[in-house]
């Protein structure tokens, strides 16, 4: 009687079984390594949104320029000050590229009313990781984007709009000063 060398139906079970694991403990890293990603932009919103408010502390509590305009675009006056790096500011695959706050010269005590004139941080990358950003930041205090009487160009996440390839969310953020 020939004798037939292979595996036994046990042994290609616990390979199998070791193959399953292996590939779900990859599957949970990537998981793992996208939410890391989410919090480091996160983290780099906040900087943005501090970095903001630091210069406003610096100006003496003035959040608008002396030159005339509605919308104050600040982050020449961020970079410059070195409370952000160069912008567009790249954590991942999302960018961060755009920060402003309005302002009305009409009325400067208006200026003080956070709900009214809130900070905008523009960030541009993939919808999903845009969708997790969002989802990420509705507990923050400050937030507007989930609140129901935020700012119409505030995203919701449901509604991030396309800008070709990229996608693009603005997240606003009502004021601490």
């Known amino acids: ?29 990537k998981g793992f390594m996208d939410a890391a990603k989410i919090t480091q932009v996160a983290s780099a919103v906040e900087t943005t ?5 630091t210069l406003v502390a610096r100006r003496g509590g003035q959040w608008h320029r002396e030159e005339g305009g509605m919308l104050s675009v600040i982050h020449d006056d961020l970079i410059a000050r070195n409370l952000v790096p160069e912008m567009p500011w790249r954590i991942g695959d999302i960018d961060i590229s755009f920060v402003l706050v309005t302002q009305s010269y009409q009325n400067p005590a208006a200026m003080h009313d956070s709900d009214n004139h809130p900070i905008y941080i523009l960030a541009t990358g993939p919808e999903s990781q845009l969708a997790n950003l969002l989802e990420r ?28 390839q990229e996608y693009d969310a603005i997240l606003c953020f009502r004021r601490s000063l």
């Open 1 to 29: 009687m020939y004798k037939t060398k292979g595996f036994s139906l046990i042994e290609l079970s616990i390979v199998i079984a070791i193959m399953a694991v292996l590939a779900g403990g990859a599957m949970a890293g």
């Open 137 to 164: 930041l509705e507990n923050h205090a400050l937030f507007l984007n989930n609140q129901p009487d935020h700012p119409r160009v505030c995203t919701q996440k449901n509604a991030i709009e396309s800008s070709g």
């Open 49 to 53: 949104r501090v970095g903001v408010e």
